[in-house]
């Protein structure tokens, strides 16, 4: 695909290039950066004026003042700040590393990109564009990349999802061994942005993944928040 820019037909170019390509019941995985570009979620930093609290935040861990300041934005609570890394709630819940806020594979030194507005909605426009311009139905995610407690290294997780349940919950049903399943509930869409990695990589400019043969629960009116755990349940907080 070529460079998305801020306006561009996503739609149009994710079709050209993976259109022939695609079957009904495919899973469409697209990695949020070019959904970001085409909605115009970019931050030109030059603009950016700084409050003090980000300036001494960035003071003090060498960071840029104005980027951290964009990020003090785009949360709407703090977990923690330690080092220069920043852990925080965005507005649609997620919990991340500086607020999904993101300078790589931006064009340009001061500029960074935010999370869509609305990743759901982001996936349910490529999914009714699949459906409308080839007649397939398709399921779509759009991912991210976040660490995780406990774990090392970064992978990709559904941060957008339509036409397919993020969860499939196995509780009440038994095991081969007869013994009742009670806390099995696997985050599927999240497992298949973590595959889609597998084959775009970070460096390669490809931002889209087809994956064929998964036998995902159809869902209308599905989303990606689905897989932000419960404040009650959140032990962390």
């Known amino acids: 695909m070529p460079e998305v820019r801020p306006g561009d037909d996503l739609?149009?170019?994710?079709?050209?290039a993976a259109g022939r390509a695609l079957r009904s019941g495919d899973v469409?995985?697209?990695?949020?950066?070019?959904?970001?570009?085409?909605?115009?979620?970019?931050?030109d930093l030059s603009g950016v004026t700084p409050s003090a609290f980000a300036r001494e935040f960035a003071e003090r861990t060498g960071k840029d003042a104005r980027q951290v300041e964009v990020v003090l934005r785009e949360s709407r609570r703090i977990v923690r700040m330690v080092g220069g890394l920043i852990i925080a709630e965005t507005a649609h819940g997620f919990v991340c590393a500086n607020a999904g806020v993101d300078a790589s594979n931006v064009p340009g030194e001061d500029c960074v990109c935010l999370l869509p507005e609305d990743p759901d909605a982001s996936a349910r426009r490529i999914r009714a564009a699949v459906r409308e311009r080839l007649g397939l139905s398709v399921a779509v995610v759009v991912t991210d990349s976040f660490g995780r407690p406990w774990r090392a290294g970064i992978t990709n997780v559904a941060v957008g999802v339509a036409g397919m349940a993020p969860l499939l919950d196995y509780r009440g049903e038994t095991d081969e061994h007869g013994y009742a399943l009670e806390a099995s509930v696997l985050a599927v869409a999240?497992?298949?942005?973590?595959?889609?990695?597998?084959?775009?990589?970070?460096?390669?400019?490809?931002?889209?993944?087809?994956?064929?043969?998964?036998?995902?629960?159809?869902?209308?009116?599905?989303?990606?928040?689905?897989?932000?755990?419960p404040p009650e349940r959140d032990l962390f907080r």
């Not at 469409?28 to 115009?40: N, Q, R």
């Open 190 to 229: 999240d497992e298949l942005a973590a595959a889609s990695e597998l084959v775009m990589n970070k460096v390669d400019a490809v931002p889209a993944a087809i994956v064929r043969g998964y036998r995902y629960v159809p869902a209308e009116g599905s989303s990606a928040r689905e897989l932000v755990m």
């Open 28 to 43: 469409l995985v697209v990695t949020h950066k070019v959904v970001s570009k085409a909605e115009g979620r970019l931050v």
């Open 11 to 16: 739609e149009a170019a994710l079709l050209g």
